[in-house]
Protein backbone atom coordinates (compact mmCIF):
# COMPACT_ATOMS: atom_id res chain seq x y z
CA UNK A 1 0.00 0.00 0.00
CA UNK A 2 1.60 3.24 -0.79
CA UNK A 3 1.78 5.83 1.22
CA UNK A 4 -0.45 8.45 0.12
CA UNK A 5 -3.37 5.45 0.75
CA UNK A 6 -2.38 5.33 3.80
CA UNK A 7 -2.16 8.92 4.54
CA UNK A 8 -5.93 8.81 3.23
CA UNK A 9 -7.04 6.03 5.38
CA UNK A 10 -6.02 7.84 8.81
CA UNK A 11 -7.76 11.12 7.43
CA UNK A 12 -10.50 9.17 6.89
CA UNK A 13 -10.39 8.32 10.36
CA UNK A 14 -8.89 11.82 11.69
CA UNK A 15 -11.30 14.04 10.62
CA UNK A 16 -14.72 12.91 11.67
CA UNK A 17 -13.05 11.23 15.18
CA UNK A 18 -12.17 15.12 15.81
CA UNK A 19 -15.31 16.45 14.40
CA UNK A 20 -17.00 13.81 16.98
CA UNK A 21 -14.52 14.87 20.16
CA UNK A 22 -15.05 18.36 18.95
CA UNK A 23 -19.07 17.83 19.11
CA UNK A 24 -18.80 15.30 22.37
CA UNK A 25 -16.71 18.50 24.43
CA UNK A 26 -19.50 21.33 23.74
CA UNK A 27 -22.41 19.24 24.64
CA UNK A 28 -21.93 15.99 26.62
CA UNK A 29 -22.37 17.01 29.87
CA UNK A 30 -22.23 13.34 31.99
CA UNK A 31 -18.39 13.16 32.00
CA UNK A 32 -18.57 9.98 32.28
CA UNK A 33 -20.66 9.05 29.36
CA UNK A 34 -18.08 11.69 27.07
CA UNK A 35 -15.35 10.37 27.96
CA UNK A 36 -16.36 6.64 26.79
CA UNK A 37 -17.49 8.33 23.18
CA UNK A 38 -13.84 9.74 23.09
CA UNK A 39 -12.68 6.96 23.91
CA UNK A 40 -14.60 5.18 21.25
CA UNK A 41 -14.31 7.84 18.31
CA UNK A 42 -10.66 8.02 18.73
CA UNK A 43 -9.37 4.53 19.44
CA UNK A 44 -12.26 2.40 17.32
CA UNK A 45 -11.67 3.35 13.29
CA UNK A 46 -14.12 4.43 11.42
CA UNK A 47 -16.76 2.90 13.35
CA UNK A 48 -16.15 4.64 16.66
CA UNK A 49 -17.12 8.21 14.76
CA UNK A 50 -20.11 6.13 13.00
CA UNK A 51 -21.39 4.97 16.19
CA UNK A 52 -21.44 8.09 17.83
CA UNK A 53 -22.88 10.05 15.06
CA UNK A 54 -26.08 7.24 14.92
CA UNK A 55 -26.32 6.80 18.72
CA UNK A 56 -24.62 9.88 21.04
CA UNK A 57 -25.80 12.78 19.47
CA UNK A 58 -29.15 14.21 20.82
CA UNK A 59 -30.90 15.90 17.96
CA UNK A 60 -34.25 15.35 20.24
CA UNK A 61 -33.20 19.06 22.01
CA UNK A 62 -33.35 21.43 19.37
CA UNK A 63 -36.41 19.82 17.45
CA UNK A 64 -38.39 19.79 20.83
CA UNK A 65 -37.63 23.35 21.77
CA UNK A 66 -39.01 24.44 18.12
CA UNK A 67 -42.08 22.38 18.80
CA UNK A 68 -43.10 23.80 22.18
CA UNK A 69 -42.68 27.58 20.78
CA UNK A 70 -45.57 26.58 18.55
CA UNK A 71 -47.76 24.13 20.69
CA UNK A 72 -50.68 25.98 21.54
CA UNK A 73 -49.53 29.43 20.28
CA UNK A 74 -47.17 31.92 22.19
CA UNK A 75 -49.49 31.69 25.10
CA UNK A 76 -49.08 27.94 25.89
CA UNK A 77 -44.94 28.66 25.35
CA UNK A 78 -45.42 31.17 28.50
CA UNK A 79 -47.99 29.97 30.90
CA UNK A 80 -46.78 25.91 30.22
CA UNK A 81 -49.00 23.38 32.10
CA UNK A 82 -50.85 25.97 34.29
CA UNK A 83 -54.36 25.65 34.79
CA UNK A 84 -57.28 27.95 36.31
CA UNK A 85 -56.99 25.77 39.76
CA UNK A 86 -55.37 28.07 42.48
CA UNK A 87 -52.07 28.02 42.29
CA UNK A 88 -50.40 26.21 45.19
CA UNK A 89 -46.20 26.84 45.43
CA UNK A 90 -45.88 24.92 48.09
CA UNK A 91 -43.35 24.43 50.78
CA UNK A 92 -40.92 21.17 52.20
CA UNK A 93 -41.39 18.75 50.17
CA UNK A 94 -43.57 20.24 47.55
CA UNK A 95 -41.65 23.50 47.13
CA UNK A 96 -38.92 20.83 45.66
CA UNK A 97 -40.56 20.48 42.30
CA UNK A 98 -41.70 23.72 41.67
CA UNK A 99 -37.99 24.78 41.81
CA UNK A 100 -37.19 22.48 39.67
CA UNK A 101 -39.86 22.58 37.12
CA UNK A 102 -41.34 26.03 37.82
CA UNK A 103 -44.91 24.60 37.73
CA UNK A 104 -47.01 25.12 40.59
CA UNK A 105 -49.39 22.22 41.99
CA UNK A 106 -52.51 22.18 40.46
CA UNK A 107 -54.97 21.20 43.68
CA UNK A 108 -58.26 19.87 43.75
CA UNK A 109 -58.11 16.40 42.39
CA UNK A 110 -59.00 12.82 43.07
CA UNK A 111 -56.77 10.07 43.00
CA UNK A 112 -57.99 6.20 42.27
CA UNK A 113 -55.64 2.79 42.02
CA UNK A 114 -55.78 0.36 39.93
CA UNK A 115 -53.88 -3.20 40.89
CA UNK A 116 -53.26 -5.50 37.86
CA UNK A 117 -54.68 -5.28 34.60
CA UNK A 118 -58.04 -6.89 35.78
CA UNK A 119 -59.17 -3.61 37.44
CA UNK A 120 -57.26 -1.06 35.33
CA UNK A 121 -58.28 -2.47 31.49
CA UNK A 122 -62.03 -2.69 32.51
CA UNK A 123 -62.05 0.99 34.09
CA UNK A 124 -60.26 2.17 30.90
CA UNK A 125 -62.12 0.88 28.11
CA UNK A 126 -65.48 1.92 30.34
CA UNK A 127 -64.19 5.35 30.20
CA UNK A 128 -63.39 4.78 26.20
CA UNK A 129 -66.71 3.95 25.88
CA UNK A 130 -68.19 6.57 27.42
CA UNK A 131 -66.39 9.33 25.68
CA UNK A 132 -68.00 12.48 23.98
CA UNK A 133 -65.60 14.52 22.68
CA UNK A 134 -61.70 13.29 22.37
CA UNK A 135 -59.61 9.95 23.67
CA UNK A 136 -56.14 10.61 23.98
CA UNK A 137 -54.07 7.26 24.32
CA UNK A 138 -49.90 6.71 24.07
CA UNK A 139 -48.32 3.73 25.64
CA UNK A 140 -44.69 2.15 25.05
CA UNK A 141 -46.62 -1.91 24.77
CA UNK A 142 -49.36 -1.97 22.76
CA UNK A 143 -49.94 -5.54 21.79
CA UNK A 144 -52.26 -7.33 19.36
CA UNK A 145 -53.62 -9.48 21.83
CA UNK A 146 -57.02 -10.07 23.57
CA UNK A 147 -56.63 -7.09 25.93
CA UNK A 148 -55.24 -4.94 22.96
CA UNK A 149 -58.34 -6.12 20.40
CA UNK A 150 -60.39 -5.14 23.36
CA UNK A 151 -58.70 -1.53 23.20
CA UNK A 152 -59.02 -1.85 19.53
CA UNK A 153 -62.96 -2.57 19.51
CA UNK A 154 -63.25 0.47 21.99
CA UNK A 155 -61.35 3.12 20.18
CA UNK A 156 -63.35 2.03 16.28
CA UNK A 157 -66.26 2.23 18.79
CA UNK A 158 -65.54 5.86 19.39
CA UNK A 159 -64.72 7.03 15.88
CA UNK A 160 -67.76 5.79 14.75
CA UNK A 161 -69.51 8.25 17.03
CA UNK A 162 -67.57 10.72 15.71
CA UNK A 163 -65.07 10.88 18.83
CA UNK A 164 -61.60 12.45 18.02
CA UNK A 165 -59.33 9.57 18.84
CA UNK A 166 -55.72 9.85 18.44
CA UNK A 167 -53.54 7.19 19.34
CA UNK A 168 -48.95 7.54 19.98
CA UNK A 169 -47.48 4.45 19.85
CA UNK A 170 -43.89 4.04 20.36
CA UNK A 171 -41.68 3.28 17.25
CA UNK A 172 -39.39 0.92 19.28
CA UNK A 173 -42.41 -0.58 21.60
CA UNK A 174 -44.49 -1.70 19.07
CA UNK A 175 -42.14 -3.95 17.70
CA UNK A 176 -43.48 -6.57 20.66
CA UNK A 177 -46.17 -7.00 18.92
CA UNK A 178 -47.44 -8.75 15.36
CA UNK A 179 -49.11 -7.46 13.53
CA UNK A 180 -48.06 -3.92 14.23
CA UNK A 181 -50.60 -1.76 16.35
CA UNK A 182 -50.57 1.47 14.49
CA UNK A 183 -51.06 -0.80 10.97
CA UNK A 184 -54.34 -2.60 12.52
CA UNK A 185 -55.50 0.61 14.37
CA UNK A 186 -54.92 2.87 11.09
CA UNK A 187 -57.55 0.21 9.57
CA UNK A 188 -60.09 0.85 11.70
CA UNK A 189 -60.21 4.46 10.85
CA UNK A 190 -58.49 5.41 14.18
CA UNK A 191 -55.83 8.36 14.03
CA UNK A 192 -52.33 6.58 14.77
CA UNK A 193 -49.37 8.53 15.30
CA UNK A 194 -45.46 6.63 15.76
CA UNK A 195 -43.01 8.21 17.87
CA UNK A 196 -39.53 8.05 16.39
CA UNK A 197 -39.69 4.94 14.25
CA UNK A 198 -36.75 3.45 13.00
CA UNK A 199 -36.43 3.69 9.24
CA UNK A 200 -33.51 3.17 6.59
CA UNK A 201 -34.23 5.86 4.31
CA UNK A 202 -33.93 8.05 5.31
CA UNK A 203 -31.72 6.85 8.11
CA UNK A 204 -33.34 7.04 11.21
CA UNK A 205 -32.18 4.50 14.28
CA UNK A 206 -33.29 6.37 17.79
CA UNK A 207 -32.81 3.25 19.29
CA UNK A 208 -32.95 5.52 22.56
CA UNK A 209 -34.59 8.13 23.17
CA UNK A 210 -38.12 6.35 23.25
CA UNK A 211 -41.20 7.34 24.84
CA UNK A 212 -41.89 5.58 27.59
CA UNK A 213 -45.25 7.65 28.80
CA UNK A 214 -48.49 5.38 29.45
CA UNK A 215 -51.53 7.95 29.24
CA UNK A 216 -54.91 7.78 28.43
CA UNK A 217 -57.03 11.29 28.70
CA UNK A 218 -61.11 11.24 27.88
CA UNK A 219 -62.57 14.47 27.43
CA UNK A 220 -59.74 16.03 29.62
CA UNK A 221 -62.55 14.68 32.80
CA UNK A 222 -60.84 11.90 33.57
CA UNK A 223 -56.67 10.47 32.79
CA UNK A 224 -54.99 7.10 33.68
CA UNK A 225 -51.73 7.26 34.29
CA UNK A 226 -49.01 4.99 35.62
CA UNK A 227 -46.19 2.50 34.09
CA UNK A 228 -48.91 0.02 32.60
CA UNK A 229 -48.17 -1.13 29.25
CA UNK A 230 -51.19 -2.88 26.99
CA UNK A 231 -51.00 -6.86 26.79
CA UNK A 232 -52.34 -9.90 28.27
CA UNK A 233 -49.01 -10.11 29.86
CA UNK A 234 -51.00 -7.87 32.64
CA UNK A 235 -53.65 -9.79 33.45
CA UNK A 236 -54.79 -13.62 33.99
CA UNK A 237 -57.39 -15.98 31.98
CA UNK A 238 -58.01 -19.67 32.69
CA UNK A 239 -55.26 -20.29 29.86
CA UNK A 240 -52.72 -17.64 30.50
CA UNK A 241 -51.39 -16.67 34.15
CA UNK A 242 -50.55 -13.41 34.95
CA UNK A 243 -46.74 -12.65 33.75
CA UNK A 244 -46.70 -8.73 35.48
CA UNK A 245 -48.12 -7.38 38.09
CA UNK A 246 -48.37 -3.22 38.40
CA UNK A 247 -50.36 -0.77 39.40
CA UNK A 248 -52.32 2.19 37.41
CA UNK A 249 -53.96 5.32 38.38
CA UNK A 250 -56.95 7.09 37.34
CA UNK A 251 -57.14 10.88 37.99
CA UNK A 252 -60.21 13.31 37.84
CA UNK A 253 -59.80 17.04 38.18
CA UNK A 254 -57.67 19.51 37.00
CA UNK A 255 -54.81 17.26 36.46
CA UNK A 256 -56.28 16.04 33.31
CA UNK A 257 -56.02 19.09 31.63
CA UNK A 258 -52.29 19.60 32.40
CA UNK A 259 -51.78 15.27 30.96
CA UNK A 260 -53.67 16.21 28.04
CA UNK A 261 -51.23 18.84 27.18
CA UNK A 262 -48.45 16.36 27.50
CA UNK A 263 -49.96 13.76 25.20
CA UNK A 264 -50.49 17.52 22.53
CA UNK A 265 -46.78 18.05 22.95
CA UNK A 266 -45.59 14.50 22.18
CA UNK A 267 -48.38 14.35 19.06
CA UNK A 268 -47.00 17.41 17.76
CA UNK A 269 -43.36 16.57 18.31
CA UNK A 270 -44.11 12.92 16.11
CA UNK A 271 -46.45 14.13 13.37
CA UNK A 272 -45.64 18.05 12.92
CA UNK A 273 -48.97 18.25 13.22
CA UNK A 274 -50.15 21.31 15.50
CA UNK A 275 -53.03 20.21 17.83
CA UNK A 276 -56.64 21.60 17.75
CA UNK A 277 -57.43 24.43 19.79
CA UNK A 278 -60.98 23.70 20.82
CA UNK A 279 -60.33 22.57 24.17
CA UNK A 280 -62.91 21.54 26.49
CA UNK A 281 -63.06 23.48 29.48
CA UNK A 282 -60.99 22.78 32.60
CA UNK A 283 -62.40 20.24 34.89
CA UNK A 284 -63.89 21.41 38.28
CA UNK A 285 -62.20 20.27 41.71
CA UNK A 286 -62.76 16.91 42.16
CA UNK A 287 -61.02 16.09 45.32
CA UNK A 288 -58.57 17.00 47.50
CA UNK A 289 -55.34 15.71 46.09
CA UNK A 290 -52.70 18.44 45.04
CA UNK A 291 -50.53 17.01 41.67
CA UNK A 292 -47.91 18.19 39.94
CA UNK A 293 -47.18 17.00 36.41
CA UNK A 294 -42.99 16.25 35.31
CA UNK A 295 -42.62 15.75 32.04
CA UNK A 296 -39.13 14.31 31.62
CA UNK A 297 -37.03 13.69 28.31
CA UNK A 298 -33.67 14.20 26.33
CA UNK A 299 -34.95 17.53 25.67
CA UNK A 300 -35.38 20.81 27.78
CA UNK A 301 -36.42 18.87 30.35
CA UNK A 302 -33.21 16.63 30.78
CA UNK A 303 -32.68 15.42 34.25
CA UNK A 304 -36.15 17.32 35.92
CA UNK A 305 -37.00 13.39 37.40
CA UNK A 306 -33.56 12.59 38.74
CA UNK A 307 -33.63 15.79 40.31
CA UNK A 308 -36.77 15.64 41.95
CA UNK A 309 -36.25 12.31 42.84
CA UNK A 310 -32.75 12.83 44.58
CA UNK A 311 -34.22 15.93 46.25
CA UNK A 312 -37.16 14.85 47.71
CA UNK A 313 -35.46 11.25 49.08
CA UNK A 314 -32.95 13.83 50.65
CA UNK A 315 -35.30 16.02 52.25
CA UNK A 316 -36.96 12.94 53.77
CA UNK A 317 -38.10 12.84 57.18
CA UNK A 318 -39.36 10.08 58.48
CA UNK A 319 -39.42 7.08 55.40
CA UNK A 320 -38.57 6.62 51.53
CA UNK A 321 -40.48 3.44 49.94
CA UNK A 322 -39.37 2.57 46.33
CA UNK A 323 -40.85 -0.29 44.20
CA UNK A 324 -39.25 -0.34 41.01
CA UNK A 325 -38.17 -3.16 38.63
CA UNK A 326 -35.00 -1.82 37.30
CA UNK A 327 -32.74 -0.29 39.52
CA UNK A 328 -29.48 1.27 38.52
CA UNK A 329 -29.19 4.31 40.78
CA UNK A 330 -27.06 6.97 40.04
CA UNK A 331 -24.07 8.39 42.05
CA UNK A 332 -26.11 11.19 43.09
CA UNK A 333 -29.30 8.73 43.81
CA UNK A 334 -26.74 6.53 45.96
CA UNK A 335 -25.96 9.59 48.03
CA UNK A 336 -29.34 10.94 48.32
CA UNK A 337 -30.60 7.31 49.49
CA UNK A 338 -27.23 7.25 52.02
CA UNK A 339 -27.96 10.87 53.10
CA UNK A 340 -31.36 9.82 54.10
CA UNK A 341 -30.39 6.82 56.11
CA UNK A 342 -27.61 8.47 57.98
CA UNK A 343 -30.52 11.29 59.62
CA UNK A 344 -32.36 8.16 60.32
CA UNK A 345 -34.40 8.08 57.66
CA UNK A 346 -36.53 4.66 57.22
CA UNK A 347 -35.27 3.45 53.35
CA UNK A 348 -36.73 0.41 51.84
CA UNK A 349 -35.97 -0.84 47.90
CA UNK A 350 -38.80 -3.50 47.13
CA UNK A 351 -37.33 -5.13 43.61
CA UNK A 352 -38.55 -8.37 41.51
CA UNK A 353 -37.30 -11.30 42.74
CA UNK A 354 -36.60 -12.67 39.04
CA UNK A 355 -36.20 -10.04 36.71
CA UNK A 356 -37.59 -10.35 32.65
CA UNK A 357 -33.90 -8.80 31.86
CA UNK A 358 -31.20 -10.80 33.49
CA UNK A 359 -28.04 -8.35 33.05
CA UNK A 360 -30.14 -5.14 35.24
CA UNK A 361 -30.44 -8.32 38.01
CA UNK A 362 -26.74 -8.87 37.91
CA UNK A 363 -25.87 -5.55 37.37
CA UNK A 364 -27.91 -4.25 40.51
CA UNK A 365 -26.53 -6.94 42.75
CA UNK A 366 -23.67 -5.50 42.50
CA UNK A 367 -24.09 -1.85 43.27
CA UNK A 368 -26.80 -2.96 46.23
CA UNK A 369 -23.88 -3.91 48.66
CA UNK A 370 -23.00 -0.09 48.65
CA UNK A 371 -26.43 1.02 49.70
CA UNK A 372 -26.80 -2.23 52.33
CA UNK A 373 -23.38 -0.55 53.75
CA UNK A 374 -25.10 2.08 55.09
CA UNK A 375 -28.61 0.67 56.33
CA UNK A 376 -30.69 0.56 53.06
CA UNK A 377 -33.16 -2.28 53.07
CA UNK A 378 -33.87 -3.95 50.17
CA UNK A 379 -35.73 -6.93 49.05
CA UNK A 380 -36.71 -9.27 46.46
CA UNK A 381 -40.56 -9.48 46.03
CA UNK A 382 -41.87 -12.87 44.29
CA UNK A 383 -43.32 -13.80 40.63
CA UNK A 384 -45.09 -12.65 38.55
CA UNK A 385 -42.66 -9.99 37.46
CA UNK A 386 -43.31 -6.52 39.11
CA UNK A 387 -43.30 -4.16 36.81
CA UNK A 388 -44.83 -1.33 39.34
CA UNK A 389 -42.92 2.30 40.02
CA UNK A 390 -43.93 3.67 43.16
CA UNK A 391 -42.03 6.25 45.31
CA UNK A 392 -43.26 7.15 48.69
CA UNK A 393 -42.09 9.92 51.02
CA UNK A 394 -43.20 10.56 54.56
CA UNK A 395 -46.80 10.37 55.32
CA UNK A 396 -47.67 12.44 52.45
CA UNK A 397 -45.80 12.76 49.32
CA UNK A 398 -46.02 10.15 46.55
CA UNK A 399 -44.75 9.77 43.15
CA UNK A 400 -46.25 7.54 40.42
CA UNK A 401 -45.80 7.52 36.69
CA UNK A 402 -43.38 5.65 34.11
CA UNK A 403 -39.82 6.34 35.05
CA UNK A 404 -37.64 3.41 36.10
CA UNK A 405 -34.40 4.01 38.53
CA UNK A 406 -31.68 4.08 35.90
CA UNK A 407 -30.35 5.82 33.77
CA UNK A 408 -32.18 4.86 30.11
CA UNK A 409 -35.29 5.78 31.67
CA UNK A 410 -33.82 9.20 33.65
CA UNK A 411 -31.99 10.05 30.79
CA UNK A 412 -32.49 8.97 27.74
CA UNK A 413 -36.28 7.80 27.27
CA UNK A 414 -39.30 10.47 27.49
CA UNK A 415 -40.52 9.66 30.48
CA UNK A 416 -43.88 10.93 33.03
CA UNK A 417 -43.80 11.45 36.75
CA UNK A 418 -46.92 12.39 38.42
CA UNK A 419 -46.24 13.90 42.36
CA UNK A 420 -49.08 13.81 44.37
CA UNK A 421 -49.98 14.86 47.78
CA UNK A 422 -52.59 12.95 49.36
CA UNK A 423 -52.23 11.65 52.85
CA UNK A 424 -55.11 8.91 52.22
CA UNK A 425 -53.24 7.68 48.71
CA UNK A 426 -49.73 7.70 50.51
CA UNK A 427 -51.39 5.83 53.49
CA UNK A 428 -52.91 3.22 50.61
CA UNK A 429 -49.52 2.73 48.61
CA UNK A 430 -47.62 2.16 51.96
CA UNK A 431 -50.28 -0.36 53.19
CA UNK A 432 -49.23 -1.95 49.53
CA UNK A 433 -45.59 -2.03 50.36
CA UNK A 434 -46.35 -3.65 53.83
CA UNK A 435 -48.27 -6.62 52.24
CA UNK A 436 -45.55 -7.14 49.46
CA UNK A 437 -43.22 -6.94 52.56
CA UNK A 438 -44.47 -9.71 54.17
CA UNK A 439 -43.87 -12.12 50.81
CA UNK A 440 -40.90 -11.13 50.37
CA UNK A 441 -36.92 -11.52 51.36
CA UNK A 442 -34.72 -9.64 52.52
CA UNK A 443 -31.27 -9.07 50.55
CA UNK A 444 -28.31 -9.30 53.49
CA UNK A 445 -24.49 -8.05 53.36
CA UNK A 446 -23.98 -12.01 53.64
CA UNK A 447 -25.85 -13.10 50.48
CA UNK A 448 -23.95 -10.15 48.53
CA UNK A 449 -20.64 -11.04 49.94
CA UNK A 450 -21.05 -14.67 49.80
CA UNK A 451 -21.25 -14.56 45.97
CA UNK A 452 -18.80 -16.56 43.84
CA UNK A 453 -15.82 -14.98 42.52
CA UNK A 454 -17.45 -15.98 39.13
CA UNK A 455 -20.98 -14.89 40.22
CA UNK A 456 -18.79 -10.71 41.32
CA UNK A 457 -17.02 -10.76 38.57
CA UNK A 458 -20.02 -11.13 36.03
CA UNK A 459 -21.92 -8.34 38.10
CA UNK A 460 -19.34 -5.92 38.21
CA UNK A 461 -18.23 -6.76 34.93
CA UNK A 462 -21.86 -6.19 33.74
CA UNK A 463 -22.31 -3.12 35.89
CA UNK A 464 -19.91 -1.31 34.06
CA UNK A 465 -22.46 -0.89 30.91
CA UNK A 466 -25.15 0.48 33.53
CA UNK A 467 -25.52 3.67 32.02
CA UNK A 468 -26.28 2.03 28.70
CA UNK A 469 -28.93 -0.76 30.33
Known amino acids: ?246 IHFRFRGPVTADLARIFFDDWEFATRDTPHKDQPPVPASHGTARCRVIPDGPDDALDALSLTIQTVIAAASKSVDIMTPYFLPSRELIASLQSATLRGVKVRVILPGKNNLFYVHWANRNMLAELLKWHVEAFYQPAPFCHSKLLCVDQEYSMIGSANLDPRSLRLNFELGIEIFSESLNSKLRSHFETTLASSTRITPGELANRSIPVRLRDSFVSLFAPYL
Open 1 to 246: MSSISVYLLALLHIAPASLSVYHILLYKRDSRAAMGWIMACLFIPYGGPVAYFFFGINRVRTRARGMRRRLFNIEYETAAFESPAPVDYGEGLAAIGYRVTGTPLTAGNSVETYYNGEEAYPAMIAAIDEAKHRVLLTTYILKTDRIGSAFGDALAAAVERNVDVRVLVDGIGELYAWPRPSRRLRRRGISVARFLPPKLLPPSMYINLRNHRKLLVVDEAIAFAGGMNISDDHTSFADHPRKVSD
